[in-house]
């Protein structure tokens, strides 16, 4: 019964934020929803785990999966607020903000649009995209962030990878040149390990030429 009682209590929280994605028409969960979700799963097993018999073990899973979904629900709502408001800042400017399973916010940023060919150096006209992200991270400054740098399949293996990094560092120095602490900051270099995208069509190498920036979900705000 009681696992009953905590499965319907998460599926409830989950389904209760459902909503309808605006830029594909699909219905969804937010962040919120489902951490809440999560968090009621969570609070529980803790819970249950620390009780001294039958009884305890009961009262503790219903207390932590209360607890759970409170905390749950704050980092969901902690992120679903900044991806709103990257969205806002970043239309237009052909970078991409995608949602991740795990909570955590991916922004896609074409080599088009980035690098000059072959090149680590930002582009001039980039910067302002850049300055906008940087604001947004530094009102949510509870996040870790991830800079990965990735290439297409054409060329030496180690030129790609070194090229990958050069990138990500370029980027990762400039968001923190920009008041982003630095030690939130971890940048790295795929090469052309990660594509998403056909590298045999030149339309797909131009979707691997990319930089993303990975913003991962605290454990508690």
Known sequence: MRTMIITAMAA?????GCTNNPYTGQSQASKAAWGA???VLTGAAL???TGDNKKDRRERALRGAAIGGVVGGGVGAYMDVQEKKLRE???GSGVGVVKNADGSINLVMPGNITFPTG???I???FFETLNSVALVLKEYNKTSITVSGHTDSVGKDDLNMKLSQDRANSVAQYLSSQGVAGSRINAVGMGKSQPIADNNTENGRAQNRRVEITINAPESV
């Open 89 to 91: 800042k970043l239309q």
């Open 37 to 39: 979700g999560i968090g």
């Open 123 to 125: 582009r001039g006209d």
């Open 119 to 121: 090149k680590s150096d």
């Open 47 to 49: 819970g249950a785990a």
């Open 12 to 16: 409830s929280v989950a389904l209760s």
